[in-house]
């Protein structure tokens, strides 16, 4: 069974950083597009950040220059290293893989908070 498995997640005050994680396991993983998502109480979900195969980036506007997205393909894992963070990037946060099919991990939690 495919497993994405999130961590990292927690309580930072504003200004703040942290880096998630997550691991994959059961899939090729260099051959997946991975990105990660969140989604805010009350709100849609979001792309945060995606990596290609071959390591090309896109960002939301919102997390341009705060958040970098990186992924170790020996480890088969995905990092978000997030830093500056603000009261409004509280989320939970989705690891998000695809391919021909999609997967999606269980989410951490991130509250950022004085």
């Known amino acids: 069974q495919v497993q994405l498995v999130e961590s990292g997640g927690g309580l930072v005050q504003p200004g703040g950083s942290l880096r998630l994680s997550c691991a994959a396991s059961r899939i090729p993983f260099s051959d997946y597009q991975m990105s990660w998502y969140r989604q805010a109480p009350g709100k849609q979900r979001e792309l945060v950040a ?33 830093n500056s963070l603000k009261p409004e990037d509280t989320a939970v946060y989705y690891c998000h ?5 999609i997967y999606w991990g269980q989410g951490t939690q991130v509250t950022v908070s004085s």
């Open 97 to 101: 893989a695809i391919r021909f099919v």
């Open 50 to 82: 995606a990596i290609t195969t071959i390591g090309n980036t896109n960002y939301a506007d919102s997390v341009k220059g705060r958040f970098t997205i990186s992924r170790d393909n020996a480890k088969n894992t995905v990092y978000l290293q997030m």
